[in-house]
C-alpha cells in the first residue's frame, strides 16, 4: 500500500483544514488507518484512528471534539478533519495503515502498529 497525504497548508487559529489519504493498491479496504502527527523538536504522536469498516474511531485527548477521521473505501481515501485549530495543532501529519491491527475497532494509538506511512502533510496554525 501507498499512501499519498494532502491538504495541509497555512490557516489562523480557529479556522479548519481537511487532510486526505488516498491509497493505492487493492488492500485499502482491508487495512485500519490512522493519523499521526510531528511538531519540530517533538516525537511522533498519535492524533486520531479508525477502523476497517470506519464504524470505530479513537483520537488523542487533545484533539477530542476537534477533529474527525473518516474514510471511504470506494475511493480508497481517509481523511481527518479538523476544526478550531490551535497554534499547537501545528505539525506535519502523517496518515498510516495497518493490516494487522484493529479491524473491527480502532487500531491502538501505537506507530508501532502501522505497516504503511504517507510522506506527511504541514499543517501550520498562525495565532
Known amino acids: 500500500v501507498q499512501l499519498q497525504a494532502s491538504g495541509g497548508g497555512l490557516v489562523q487559529a480557529g479556522g479548519s483544514l481537511r487532510l486526505s489519504c488516498v491509497a493505492s493498491?487493492?488492500?485499502?479496504?482491508?487495512?485500519?488507518m490512522g493519523w499521526f502527527r510531528q511538531a519540530p523538536g517533538k516525537e511522533r504522536e498519535f492524533v486520531a484512528g479508525i477502523s476497517v469498516s470506519g464504524g470505530s474511531t479513537s483520537y488523542a485527548d487533545s484533539v477530542k471534539g476537534r477533529f474527525t477521521i473518516s474514510r471511504d473505501n470506494a475511493k480508497n481515501t481517509a481523511y481527518l478533519q479538523m476544526n478550531s485549530l490551535k497554534p499547537d495543532d501545528a505539525a506535519v501529519y502523517y496518515c498510516a495503515a495497518s493490516r494487522t491491527a484493529g479491524g473491527i475497532r480502532a487500531p491502538p494509538p501505537r506507530a508501532s502498529v502501522y505497516d504503511y506511512w504517507g510522506q506527511g502533510t504541514l499543517v501550520t496554525v498562525s495565532s
Open positions: 493498491g487493492r488492500t485499502f479496504s482491508s487495512c485500519s
